[in-house]
């Protein structure tokens, strides 16, 4: 189901069809984490998650993207907002309008990585981990260019 905010002559909607994804690859050619991006990989990405697109009027200025299972866990990522929208409160509007999502509210644990953000994110509640010693990651080598073939993981022997 697509679900709409609205605020002034600016809206959050939850339809990837309304989505510029030349727009959103703009947006991420100037991010920290994930400049180079090639856009195979982010239109895979949007495919498997629930999006975010903010726009004023039909114009979109900005992003997020949350991978959940509806149900226990959250990861928000690629939040953005175009610079010459920045200072408006569109950012914490987009964090608050994620989190009052309906098909959200039961989700459990919500995670997201930042390195600049820290203050937006702790106005809603997130805080840094509480025991981070219990966290682990698997970080692949990049993928192909055409984003759709990682080679596999190997089992190791016992």
């Given amino acids: 189901m697509i679900h709409v905010w609205r605020r002034d002559n600016f809206l959050i909607s939850t339809d990837p069809a309304l989505l510029n994804l030349e727009k959103i690859q703009e947006l991420l050619s100037t991010s920290y984490w994930d400049p180079n991006r090639p856009i195979a990989l982010t239109r895979r990405a949007i495919e498997h998650s629930l999006v975010f697109?903010?726009?004023?009027?039909?114009?979109?200025?900005?992003?997020?993207?949350?991978?959940?299972?509806?149900?226990?866990?959250?990861?928000?990522?690629?939040?953005?907002?175009?610079?010459?929208?920045?200072?408006q409160g569109l950012g914490k509007w987009l964090i608050a309008s994620i989190l009052s999502h309906p098909e959200l509210q039961g989700v459990r644990r919500w995670l997201l990585i930042t390195r600049d953000a820290h203050g937006l994110y702790q106005q809603f509640g997130f805080t840094g981990l509480d025991e981070p010693e219990r966290y682990m990651q698997l970080m692949r080598t990049a993928a192909p260019a055409n984003g759709l073939v990682l080679p596999p993981t190997s089992i190791p022997e016992e």
């Fill in 53 to 87: 697109g903010v726009y004023n009027g039909e114009r979109q200025i900005g992003f997020a993207r949350l991978v959940t299972d509806y149900t226990f866990f959250g990861y928000l990522c690629d939040v953005m907002i175009d610079d010459e929208y920045r200072g």
